[in-house]
């Protein structure tokens, strides 16, 4: 649960001759995360990819081009369908050709259809004008420019310019066009213009009236809109007759690749092959079976390691496995033994024993040693329940193997923080809906675990909502549940003058809620340095920071030094008035405040003793577990929200101390019954119809925005605290995800 599943390392030794065989059964597995050959065993090389290898990938390609092209989704695939590899090559072939055919045609028409738009947009200012185009251009001593600007302006200016001879300007609807007979022949429309803002358009060639050219352009674009359309429904009826075979010869086409591919991990000689990988210690022998099933003893697997869970011990603990080779077997260099010869068997093959017997001598001369120094991967080991949360964990990064998965504890606090901010029934059951139809609706892992952290979240508002006895921010589920049962709600949030005590009291909760959180990233630091580096480097890595956290909060609250310390400590937990959970609590003895303040200089002398460096830091135990206390703020601020949206609707009256909403009645009846009491606002629910109205669009758009608001600061909140003050203490991530060789079919049947 807290560490990934128990990997074990293992080898197959094996001659090339079952290759084929080995692979085939592996890849049924979906088990071997297989390691890469790094090349440094000398006489091994890398293998070479099957025979059709490159034939396999290339039609790959054009099926994933095709896929493109058509815009095949995952819903398309109809039901699963077993793929005749002979008929492939010649069924996608006929497809591109139909395809390929259509979507050239479709980028002619595409391409066309710009072109036309384009020139629409060019002749529009030009029917505006009613000049002949013709008329526009082609003059020897006459400049023409037609284009935006102010007729008046540009009149002026030319009229008083000694560069001009004559001119004529035409204005229509914002377009112009300016004929000039300029007095010097190398003077242009725009060297006498460029005092006047003028936007010049740049004439079509073509000949006769605009209007009736751009009729004919309107009239070539719907042609071509239309021809489009029927390319488009032409491609989509290809798409609904071959998507089902297109995604099923993909998965076909990706596993013969996966398997013709798979060499290229291996180290190989002319006759042998060597592999290795990463398995679930669990299910080694499930390895075992199927290749011994397969090709016998033929090839020879070894658990090389079980691996530990640090970071320096994945290769030690095997080096006495070349000792369990026995008669008939033939050792390699990392212990793996391997039989490759029976009685009666080819030349061929005692050529092939001879040859790797030879190389793996050389190679075992340097000791035990693996094809990589690659970590296990990692499965992550969690219940079902908390397996959602695993998003908001890889969010940061996977775990690495040798790293405690925070997974359960995030399980266990966020949504307890997120529902505790909020706690309300009415947000509550929202949020739950919309995790449930986040679930149902989309297809993703991601977005289907995302969901079910929001259902999670929402489950935990609504529970606290019922003990604060809140729906909507109204103290509807108090009145009817708590009030006949126990006299008011269980807690309190405290944003009454009457129960201000309770806000106090959350504030040291959400205190100590954060030195037991950071505490157990701690502990979980700890736990990893001793496993890397022994009991010393842990207690001055670690073991300082604990002391330092536990030492100063049990001076905190302890009775030492009393007078200058908040009177809330003593009172929020103790029997009185004040006390919001009487737990006869009034601190702790003086002497438990000097064990703390002992612990902490204790602390400070194991950081000076082991990374000095540090002690500058030494602040966090107090600053990060204050640091909490936004949980409470963020409480407080929601309701003060909430609050304040039915105030503005309901209104509502102080009376000793409490804030009571006018659901059914008006200030009127409040000064009546309740003399004494101090109506806040009076309500626009009770303003008459239009501010009822009025008012009934506030309250809706009030409590969504409180609602959003809900998302965005509580759940931004919560995560915060969780990666920056508890995962920040033991977590990296970095880790590899276990990915087996092999594939998981959804779109075609086993051969």
Do not use: C
């Amino acid at each position: 649960m807290l560490r990934p599943e128990r990997m074990s390392r293992v080898s197959v030794t094996g001659s090339k001759r079952v290759v084929d065989d080995v692979v085939e059964t592996v890849h049924g597995l979906d088990l071997l995360h297989l390691s890469e050959y790094d090349g440094s065993w000398e006489g091994f090389e890398p293998g070479d990819p099957a025979e059709g290898a490159n034939e396999a990938s290339e039609l790959l390609v054009t099926v994933r081009s095709l896929e493109s092209i058509l815009d095949v989704e995952d819903e398309d695939a109809g039901p699963t369908q077993l793929v005749e590899r002979d008929a492939l090559e010649s069924e996608v072939a006929s497809i591109q050709a139909d395809v390929n055919e259509l979507d050239d045609r479709r980028s002619e028409l595409r391409d066309e259809l710009r072109t036309v738009e384009d020139r629409i947009g060019s002749f529009e200012p030009f029917v505006d004008l009613g000049i002949d185009l013709d008329l526009l251009s082609g003059y020897d001593s006459l400049e023409v420019a037609v284009g935006e600007g102010d007729a008046e302006l540009i009149e002026s200016e030319l009229a008083g310019s000694n560069a001009v001879d004559a001119y004529e300007v035409f204005a229509e609807d914002g377009a112009v066009a300016v004929f000039v007979y300029p007095a010097n022949e190398d003077v242009t429309v725009a060297d006498l213009l460029v005092g006047v803002p003028f936007q010049a358009y740049d004439v079509p060639e073509a000949e006769g009236n605009p209007e009736a050219k751009l009729a004919e352009l309107r009239e070539r674009k719907a042609e071509l809109e239309s021809e489009l359309d029927g390319v488009d429904r032409d491609l989509e009826g290809i798409k609904d007759d071959v998507a089902g075979f297109l995604l099923a010869a993909e998965e076909t086409l990706t596993i013969a690749v996966q398997k013709r591919e798979a060499p290229l991990s291996f180290a190989t000689t002319d006759n042998a092959f060597v592999a290795e990988g990463w398995v679930p210690t669990d299910r080694y022998d499930e390895l075992v079976s199927a290749l011994e099933a397969a090709v016998g003893d033929h090839v020879e697997v070894e658990e090389l390691e079980q691996a530990e869970y640090d970071r320096v011990s994945h290769h030690e603990g095997h080096e006495a496995v070349a000792e369990e080779a026995g008669p008939g077997k033939t050792v390699d260099g990392h212990g793996s033994t391997v039989r490759l010869e029976d009685e009666g068997e080819t030349d061929e093959a005692a050529a092939a024993e001879e040859e790797t017997s030879q190389e793996k001598e050389t190679v075992a001369d340097g000791g035990v040693v693996t094809m990589g120094d690659d970590d296990p991967p990692v499965v992550q080991d969690n219940p079902k329940a908390t397996k959602p949360f695993e998003l908001l964990t890889n969010a940061v990064g996977n775990p690495k193997y040798s790293e405690f998965d925070p997974t359960i504890i995030l399980f266990l606090t966020f949504p307890l923080m997120f529902g505790f901010m909020i706690g309300d029934v009415g947000y509550g059951a929202i949020y739950t809906g919309i995790g449930y139809y986040m679930y149902k609706s989309f297809d993703g892992d991601a977005m289907k675990n995302f969901g079910l952290i929001t259902a999670a979240a929402g489950i935990s508002t609504l529970v606290f909502g019922v003990l604060y006895g809140e729906i909507f921010g109204l103290h509807t589920i108090s009145t009817l549940l708590w009030d006949p049962l126990i006299g008011g709600a269980p807690i309190k949030k405290g944003l009454m003058p009457a129960n201000a005590y309770w806000a106090e009291a959350w504030f040291l909760i959400t205190a100590l809620f954060g030195v037991v959180h950071m505490g157990l990233g701690y502990v979980f630091e700890f736990a990893e340095n001793y496993s890397l580096h022994g009991f010393k480097e842990a207690m001055l890595e670690t073991g300082s920071w604990l002391f330092a956290l536990v030492g100063l909060w049990l001076f905190i609250f302890s009775r030492l030094g009393a007078n200058s310390k908040p009177e809330f400590l003593y009172t929020a937990f103790a029997s009185g008035e004040k006390a919001a959970f009487k737990l006869g609590f009034t601190g702790l003895p003086e002497w438990v405040g000097l064990l703390g303040a002992a612990m902490l200089l204790v602390a400070i002398l194991m950081i000076l003793v082991g990374p000095t460096h540090e002690l500058v830091e030494i602040h966090v135990v107090l600053a990060h577990a204050l640091s909490y206390l936004r949980i409470s703020a963020v409480l407080l601020a929601k309701a003060g929200m909430a609050f304040a949206v039915n105030l503005l609707f309901f209104g509502a009256y102080e009376h000793h101390g409490e804030f009571h909403f006018m659901l059914s009645y008006g200030p009127e009846y409040v000064a009546e019954h309740y003399p004494e009491a101090e109506v806040m606002f009076g309500g626009m629910m009770h303003g008459g119809i239009a501010l009822t109205v009025a008012g009934i669009a506030v309250l809706i758009v009030g409590h969504l925005v409180v609602l959003v608001l809900g998302v965005t600061s509580s759940g931004i909140q919560a995560i915060r605290l969780e990666y920056f003050e508890f995962f920040s203490k033991f977590y990296d991530g970095g880790g590899t995800a276990y990915s087996p060789f092999g594939h998981e079919r959804e779109y075609t049947a086993e051969e």
